[in-house]
T-cell receptor
Framework: EPEVTQTPSHQVTQMGQEVILRCVPI?????FYWYRQILGQKVEFLVS????????KSEIFDDQFSVERPDGSNFTLKIRSTKLEDSAMYFC???????????FGPGTRLTVT | GENVEQHPSTLSVQEGDSAVIKCTYS??????FPWYKQELGKRPQLIID?????GEKKDQRIAVTLNKTAKHFSLHITETQPEDSAVYFC???????????FGTGTRLQVTL
């Protein structure tokens, strides 16, 4: 069964540095999402992406965040200048046209020091 | 925005007993109601879901019931096993393209 994949599995960065988290959604899916989960807390929506543009974003997704689909397979989340509070697990998810189900990738654990 | 609450926040049951977790949501436009299971350090995994035109759905030991009028839906696990121990999240959504709004989570512990 096809799965969403994410790289890296763990990223350690210093405060103020830029990071790019990568996702490969399921190949025939059209809707892409980023969520984050701070340790011990619930999963929070960041942004949704459809037809090469952002369709919805949360208050968390401020000017420091951006998303891109640079080619036909990758979907990336960039954080321009990381803060300590960006430390979290970041999950990518994708969804097809005919189903509300959105499988999650395995996540990238981001640690900002 | 959607406000989603889960009760209880923690639940401890003995192996073989049943467990019920309730999710209350605020957006009457919600029409998709999934439950996710998350084991420590892992991704959320969809375990069962229901759409708004159905009141109940069962898959072996797990079931979901929906009360759209009261805006809540519940996860039922029967004959619990130690491997059911995890955090469970409800995550209602308003449509195919729409985001999931996760509840606060319920930590289920199944003891021997």
């Amino acid at each position: 069964e096809p799965e969403v994949t994410q790289t890296p599995s763990h990223q350690v960065t210093q405060m103020g540095q830029e990071v790019i988290l990568r996702c490969v959604p399921i190949s025939n899916h059209l809707y892409f999402y980023w969520y984050r989960q701070i340790l011990g807390q619930k999963v929070e929506f960041l942004v949704s992406f459809y037809n090469n543009e952002i369709s919805e974003k949360s208050e968390i997704f401020d000017d420091q965040f951006s998303v891109e689909r640079p080619d036909g397979s990758n979907f990336t989340l960039k954080i321009r200048s990381t803060k300590l509070e960006d430390s979290a697990m970041y999950f990518c998810a994708s969804r097809g046209d005919n189903s509300p189900r959105s499988p999650f990738g395995p996540g990238t654990r981001l640690t900002v020091t | 925005g959607e406000n989603v609450e889960q009760h209880p926040s923690t639940l401890s049951v003995q192996e073989g007993d049943s467990a019920v977790i309730k999710c209350t949501y605020s957006d009457s436009a919600s029409n998709y109601f999934p439950w996710y299971k998350q084991e420590l350090g892992k991704r959320p995994q969809l375990i069962i879901d229901i759409r708004s035109n159905v009141g109940e759905k069962k898959d072996q030991r797990i079931a979901v019931t929906l009360n759209k009028t009261a805006k809540h839906f519940s996860l039922h696990i029967t004959e619990t096993q130690p491997e059911d121990s995890a955090v469970y999240f409800c995550a209602p959504s308003t449509g195919t393209a729409s985001k999931l709004t996760f509840g606060t989570g319920t930590r289920l512990q199944v003891t021997l």
